[in-house]
């Protein structure tokens, strides 16, 4: 079946503006996280989501920082007015259960954000 | 403070010699541990995982790995190398004794980068 999906891929904007990533997680996984990976890192994590409930928050920067998962599928990350400390690669994660701290997470693409 | 080191930024093996990449963790519990794999321009591939039992988790493409309690570590590795291998590899550790809402996080290592020349 179709794996997590990610859009857009690659995401270039001026200091200043709004951005607005996107991921769909594997169909039926109750489970969605995003990570920021920056450059020469291993990937570190922002939040995560079990269905539309936002669990856990604290690894958001700052409240330049949100996500949502409002029908417990999709979800968006929004960084407001981005900085060039927001480039990075965003990454989204799915797994099956909502408490199965066993449970694989598997990642999808990334979206590239450059902020100029 | 839950944490995970690879030492090694580079590995570097001949194709058709053993390869290694080292990972050691910090966590107050039992962890979990998990491989991933990185191509360029693609996202984590998931390698293997262990959760509890034998000590040696075996995993996709003829990769596995040893846990090992008593050194804090979770090696990966393949008998034989083969230049497709070439790619950054991370180590994760997720801590079960979180509670409530940092349950869900897995803590990544730095990568280690492993080249496989022919």
């Known amino acids: 079946g179709a794996g997590v999906s990610q859009s857009p891929r690659y995401k270039v904007t001026k200091r200043g503006q709004d951005v607005a990533l996107r991921c769909d997680p594997i169909?039926?996984?109750?489970?969605l996280y995003w990570y920021r990976q920056a450059l020469g890192q291993g990937p570190e994590f922002l939040t995560y989501f079990n269905y539309e409930a936002q669990q856990d928050k604290s690894g958001l920067p700052n409240d330049r920082f949100s996500a949502e998962r409002p029908e417990g599928s999709i979800s968006t990350l929004t960084i407001q007015r981005t900085e060039q400390r927001d480039s990075a690669m965003y990454r989204c994660a799915s797994s099956l259960s909502r408490e199965g701290w066993a449970d694989t997470q598997y990642f999808g693409p990334g979206t590239r954000l450059t902020v100029l | 403070a839950q944490s995970v080191a690879q030492p090694e930024d580079q590995v570097n093996v001949a194709e058709g010699n053993p390869l290694t990449v080292k990972c050691t963790y910090s966590v107050s519990g039992n962890p979990y541990l998990f491989w991933y794999v990185q191509y360029p321009n693609r996202g984590l591939q998931f390698l293997l995982k262990?959760?509890?039992?034998?000590?040696l988790v075996k995993g996709s493409y003829g990769f596995e790995a040893e846990f090992n309690k008593s050194q804090t570590s979770f090696h990966l590795k393949k008998p034989s190398a083969l230049v497709s291998d070439s790619a950054l590899y991370f180590c994760a550790v997720r801590d079960p004794t979180d509670r409530g809402s940092t349950l869900g996080r897995l803590y990544f290592g730095r990568g280690t980068q492993l080249t496989v020349w022919p």
């Open positions: 262990y959760i509890t039992g034998d000590n």
């Open positions: 169909s039926g996984h109750v489970s």
